[in-house]
Structures are given as structure tokens and as C-alpha cells.
């Protein structure tokens, strides 16, 4: 079996709960690059790249020691679009994720969302769900950090998985549906889901997974919404969980991790097939560098 590597110590899981702690989705600010990483994440590595060398396909990998032996499948890949603002700060949730809720064949992808212009209400636009100005959609953008990642190291095809909550949900739906999807499992947690509006083609959905992650008094996505993608999934013949949690509208509860390698668990027992694809040319993997990145700007939260 498997085995997660290693456990939230109890004691900094309560004060990162606090007002001001680093475990809640919301909560840690510091920009990505900046500063000394907090003490529980200090041996997590991460790589800002840029998928096909387009500094708009800004990504985060996470995780990878170049030094260490590959699982003999390849390694698992857990892309994570995050929520609220979908920026760069939020590195520090994203190695938790790899740290506390994954085992030790992932690596994971944080993608960071391009603001196509100053008043953009869409966090993660996608193929049928458009802003004025954009040059790619995020199922474009996902697909990118897929073959740029693969280029640089052996992926295991049949676990690509996508993390996403809040404004990343809807475009989590969107990628996972595509025709030729290349996702096998999809962890989405309080999200909205609104099929007609996006144009969703639900009938793609037939032998797709999905893990649908919701609190029952979230009062800024209603969980009815929720329901509904469990019931229209499941009508179209896809595998669908769909789990609760307390706390409402937050990702910063004790029982985040926990919860999360719940899901997962449940994705490798009931993931997609992998679809066919080309082998992109190898490249060497980057190195973490020392030089910090640049303050993000401020940018609009959308659900």
C-alpha cells in the first residue's frame, strides 16, 4: 500500500486554523518565491515553468526530486487549479496538498491563472465560456502543462487528475468533458455547477470519475448545485462520488487532508481510462531557482 509522506502534526494544524494561519485555501499571501517557506512545507521543492516556453502558461511543479528513482509506471500527475483569485500565492496550499493528502509516486502541477484583462470576472476561462483577449483556454492551458511536464518526466497516463474548488471548478468540469479529455479523474470541491451556461457536454461524461467535495451549509455555492452534477454525471454514465463536510464555504477545516486522500483513494480505484496520445520530445528538467519571483497583482475574486 501506499503511504502518504508524512503527517500534519496536530498541534501546527491547529494554529494554521487560526485567524491568520497558512493551512486554510484562503489564507497564505506570501508570494511565491519570496521569503522563507513556512517550516512545515521548508523540504517541499517547487519550479515555477512555463509550459511550451509561453510565459502566459505560468505552472508550478512541485514536488519532483530529479534525483530520485521514478515509479516504475511513471509518476502520477495531480494538477492543481486553485480557487478564489487562481494566482501564485497559492504555492504554499499547494505543497500541502502534495505533502499531507498525496503519497510519494505524485508530483503535482499548480497552475496559475492569466488575468487577460484588469476587470475579468472569469478566474479560469474556458472553450465555450470566453473573456475578451485571451489566446488560450484553460483546457488548452491544462493540456500544455500535461505535454510540458510529460516532456520532462515519466507520467503514469492513467492517474491525471485535476484539484480544484471554488472558481476553478467550473473550468475542472469543462476540461474533464472535453472530447478528448486527457483527465481520469477529477477531485471538485464547492464548486457551482451550471451545465446550460457553460455548454457543457454532458454526454462525454460516460466512464469519467469524478469526486464532488461539499459542505452542506455552504451558503456561497449551494449544495444543491452539487447534487445536481452528481445526478446529471451519473445520468450520463460517468462515475461519480460525492462526499460532505462542516464548515461551509472553506477548504480550511482540520479534516482538509484527511478528506482529500479520501477522494483521491477513491479516483485510483474508479479512474478513467487514459486516452492514446503522442510522446512529447523529452527535455531536462528544470531546477528550483533561487531568484524570487515578482509580487503578484491584485486580482478579483469570482466563486
Known amino acids: 500500500m501506499l503511504t502518504c509522506k508524512r503527517k500534519l502534526p496536530l498541534a501546527l494544524l491547529g ?6 494561519g497558512t493551512t486554510s485555501a484562503q489564507a497564505d499571501t506570501r508570494p511565491a518565491g519570496q521569503g522563507k517557506a513556512p517550516k512545515d512545507i521548508a523540504d517541499v521543492a517547487s519550479v515555477e515553468s512555463h509550459a511550451g516556453a509561453d510565459k502566459d502558461k505560468t505552472y508550478f511543479l512541485i514536488g519532483h526530486d530529479a534525483k530520485a528513482k521514478a515509479p516504475r509506471s511513471g509518476y502520477r500527475l495531480m494538477l492543481v487549479l486553485p480557487g478564489g483569485t487562481g494566482a501564485r500565492d497559492k504555492e504554499s496550499f499547494c505543497k500541502r496538498i502534495y505533502k499531507f ?58 492517474h491525471i487528475f485535476t484539484l480544484t474548488w471554488s472558481s476553478s471548478g467550473p473550468a475542472a468540469y469543462a476540461a474533464a468533458l472535453a472530447k478528448k479529455s486527457r483527465i481520469t479523474g477529477s477531485f471538485i470541491a464547492m464548486s457551482v455547477f451550471k451545465p446550460l451556461q457553460g455548454r457543457l457536454k454532458l454526454s462525454n461524461g460516460r466512464g469519467r470519475s469524478f469526486y464532488i467535495y461539499h459542505s452542506e451549509t455552504d451558503r456561497r455555492c449551494p ?81
Open 15 to 20: 494554529a494554521a486554523l487560526c485567524v491568520g
Open 101 to 158: 493528502a498525496l503519497s510519494s509516486d505524485y508530483i503535482v502541477a499548480q497552475l496559475v491563472s492569466k488575468m487577460w484583462r484588469d476587470d475579468q470576472k472569469i478566474i479560469w476561462p474556458r472553450e465555450k465560456k470566453r473573456v475578451a483577449k485571451m489566446k488560450f483556454s484553460t483546457e488548452e492551458f491544462i493540456d500544455a502543462v500535461i505535454e510540458d511536464v510529460e516532456s520532462q518526466i515519466k507520467i503514469d497516463r492513467s
Open 223 to 303: 449544495i444543491r448545485m452539487a447534487r445536481d452534477a452528481e445526478v446529471k454525471l451519473t445520468k450520463a454514465k460517468a462515475k461519480v462520488e460525492f462526499a460532505t463536510y462542516s464548515g461551509g464555504y472553506t477548504l480550511g477545516h482540520p479534516r482538509v487532508w484527511l478528506d482529500m486522500k479520501k477522494g483521491v483513494a477513491w479516483l485510483e480505484k474508479n479512474h478513467s481510462k487514459a486516452r492514446k496520445h503522442k510522446k512529447p520530445k523529452k527535455r531536462k528538467a528544470l531546477r528550483p531557482s533561487k531568484r524570487p519571483s515578482k509580487r503578484p497583482s491584485e486580482r478579483q475574486m469570482a466563486p
